[in-house]
């Protein structure tokens, strides 16, 4: 076990390096660099600057240089210093940008994570082990609207709803009059009334195809000998179903416990930007906009730890729940 | 907020922050102090919302709602003009001050002339309007008070110019020939040593100390710097990256209203972050915007309109300098094309081919009008009959037009072929939220005329490079600086729009960019602007701007569609002062016309 964990750990390593530099690579990919973006976000703000002052900015801040030295400056100072660098359109170091809407992307991603398992997995049996009732059919339809449905409408629809028949306040994650202050309960309270519609739109999304997921598992799992067995030992309903076939099915949940964050980041942004969210993901689209590549590559590179770490966590959770995963 | 500070010692009384005679501004109605007003921004990128609440120049714009613009002096207490335009003499208020109490002397403008300006080291390159003929302006310090900025040759605009662009780079305000000597001599290397220097580049995070100044600078820009002494009606007080951007009042402000209440009313301004149009209506409609003018959009005038009672807000509205334009390239890369729109029939016919009144009912909310890419009302430039030119819809006229050209075959679906046989395609390129639907009306316009109208929604980067590179056809262009022309006819000479590479020959002299045919008129429009700017007073300088002006809309390069579109503000029912119907420009310098020192918030 030790040595599979050993493995597991070293095999990161490769991983992370060759992610950070194809990131790195990729956000350089489109025409132009950040300096292009810079002046045309001055022009559409109704400022000039010269052929000459581009040029400049671009020997200051390294843009001509060959991209293995401009990757090796940044990778560099990252593992000698723990400096990420600074974003050029924020004019701050990069460190000073993340780690805050790091933790509350991280809150929301668990939070909605396990909002989506309490939906999924009851449900998920429910179908399975009442094929074809009427309530498999109603979860059915609602989860495959819930997958159907765009994630950013619905955040639309839900806010809009909300605003007009409750008179709620929404959008971003607490109320104006508490932004910039410190948290304390009121400011929790008030958190509370906004991290609903986010966390509702991004569960129905996951659930929808864990609920299908988990039917399918159950259904193999609950047509297999030892479940006959089991009945014919006299265990009622409830206590087979939850002791055996519900463990098995439940890997692909394990696996895919290290991707929870990093769909939170990439496929959920444009619901964190609609919803004003001050989480990473507006951070990074716009960083990808404007080839910001300090600030871009660091959100890249840390999503891609916390996803090696997550894999990694994942296979260990799996490896202790199923034996057959050390040895293979 | 301030009379606290004074009874607790931390201020001096307000007639020892005033100058001596302070610059009376007469205000609607005299207004109560306090309130924080609330708005929305965009992130780093969006400095020039908050800057231009605010900005200070020698001179500024000022207009009374829908009548002349007309230039008034900023923080100075008179200027004057010599008689052959190479001299202007300001003087300063007396006994003006930062706003850390430090007085302000000619020899900060000494400062930013000689340390600065002239100071290779932090600008490597002067702005040519401040270096006319290529020759950068003189200074003549006269006293305490008093200075004079000289230039060898007459410079008719000068004023203008400063009353938009001021005195340029470095730093994001335009400092206006002033810097302050007394905090900004420890980032200077005239003053500061190299350890010194080097040592506050660290303190500030930088790599070199170069990256002091700038407007990105951290410590010359006011966005960034609260350390930084300004003369603004506010100064910073919790610079980005916090998601809640301050600005507080600066004690030391200048200006008084008629009761002798010193200005601005209102304690502290509050910028919120956004990043996705629908997250900013919301806020609006939930009444967290308090006023606000910047991002306020005319497509969504009804959705603003439904919610006023709810968010306790009315919309109010200015014009904006601009007409929503089809910019051909008129040095495109596609021979046959580049051809076609060399033909003043042809444009012509794309011209009068479009329903303008159409697309001002279903894009703008009739609230515009179908006018041509031409100087808007109120401007000193404008002429009634250019703001109508080729702007009637004749698809008859249009069609005969185009046969007149030689476009008088088709084919099966009824498109018209150019001479090497292929259809009359154009691509048109947008990144502006009205352009796709304004587009299906012209595409479906330009069909009854025999043309294909291809519309391309490409990124906003992109948009701008294609220009640069000189890789588009059409664009879907808000056609601005349509007030004063005489402050910025850049964009009118072709450069950044549909000349850029004629317009790089000219002002380059010939030493990159593509040089116009000889017989091209947009020759005229290079000599009348010479003539302008090298002018010996304001009648010859005025005869040849208008002159150029009216080459520009009769050669009809530019395609205009709709134009005077309304500029839309937020204003919270509470929030007072706010001057209706005024002209939204960079040149005027946005909602900073409305002069938001008077403006106030009833407890």
Redesign the interface.
Known sequence: MLSYIGRRLLWAIPTLIFVSFISFVIIQL???DFV??????L?????YI?E??EA?LRA?WGLNDPLLVQYWRWISNIIFYGDFG?SL?????VS??IWERLGLTLAISTLSMVFTWLIAIPVGVYSATRQYSVFDYVFTVFGFLGKGVPDFLLA?IL?WMT?VWLNM????LVS?QF??QPWDLAKFGNMLTHIWIPLVVLATGGAAGLIRVMRANMLDELRKPYVETAYAQGFGERTVVWRYPVRVALNPFISTVGWALPALFSGDVITA????L?TTG?LL??AL??QDMYLAGSFILILSVFTVIGTVLSDILLALSDPRIRFS | MLSALVKEGKLPAVDQRLPEKPTVVEVPEIGQYGGDWRRAYKGPGDRWGPTKLMEERVVKWSQQPGGPLKLKPGYISSYSVSEDSREFTFTLLKGLKWSDGQPVTTEDVRFWYEDVFLNKAILANIDQTLAPGGKPMQLEIVDEQTFKVKFDQPYVYFLEILAKDSTGDPSLDRPSFLFPKHYLKQFNNKYASEDELKAAAAKFGVAKWTDLWGSKGAATAWWQNPDLPVITAWKIEKPAPSDVVTMVRNPYYYAVDQAGNQLPYIDRISHRLFSDQEAFNLMIVQGQVDMQMRYVEPQDFTFYKENEKKGNYAVHRWTQAQTWSLVPNLNMKDEALRGLFEKSDFRQALSIGIDRETINELIFSGLAEARQASPVTGSPNYDAELEKHWAEYDPKKANALLDKVGLDKRDSEGFRLRPDGKRVQIVVEMQHANGPKTMEIIAANYKDIGIELLPRIIDRTQWDANRDNNSFQMQWYPFDRLSVVAADPRIMMGNDSYAHQYYLWYSTKGSSGIEPPADHPIRRVFTDWDKASKALNREQADAALNDLIKTFVTEGWVIGVVGESPALSIVKTNFKNFPDNLIEDDITRGIGLGATQQMWMKQ
């Open positions: 489109p025409p132009g292009t973006a810079y002046a045309a976000q022009r559409n703000s109704g400022d010269t000459a002052q400049a200051e600074r359109e924020w004019n701050s170091a000073d940008l639309l806010m605003f306040d929404v959008g971003g104006p932004e910039g930007v609609v919803l004003n001050p507006p689209l716009q906009k404007m």
